[in-house]
């Protein structure tokens, strides 16, 4: 086991894929507004650690920053029913996107676990 990866989230995904015989698909999630200048690099960061293990990853930082507020959540949030978990990113705790992204998440009882 990676040392980065909790044992509920470890226990998650080996469970998925003992049920499936296929990894889950992780919706990374995390403040960016708040954290314009840096948001990138925890995102990419975040990626890498779940492709390492062969976990698929939706990284909506990957969506331009100058792509209007409203339609970057409409795109993440559609993007999210293709997810099987979310994981969410430290310091996301005043974002509002997040708390959007989270509310969806249990409205579609996708399971969310946090850095």
């Known amino acids: 086991m990676h040392k980065w990866i909790e044992s509920e989230l470890f226990n998650f995904i080996l469970n998925y894929y003992e049920k499936t015989k296929k990894l889950p698909k992780v919706f990374l999630s ?6 314009i200048t840096t948001y990138k690099k925890y995102f990419r960061e ?16 990957e969506i331009d920053v100058k792509t209007p507020w409203d ?3 409409e795109k ?5 029913s293709s997810c099987d978990f979310m994981y969410i990113l430290k310091n996301w705790e005043n974002s509002k996107g997040v708390k959007i992204e989270i509310d969806k998440a249990k409205e579609l009882n996708i399971p969310v676990f946090c850095q």
Do not use: C, H, K, W
């Open 71 to 73: 339609d970057a959540m």
């Open 30 to 35: 995390g403040a960016i507004t708040e954290r």
């Open 76 to 80: 993440t949030i559609s993007e999210l």
């Open 46 to 61: 975040a990626e890498q650690l779940f492709e390492e293990i062969g976990v698929e990853v939706y990284n909506p930082s």
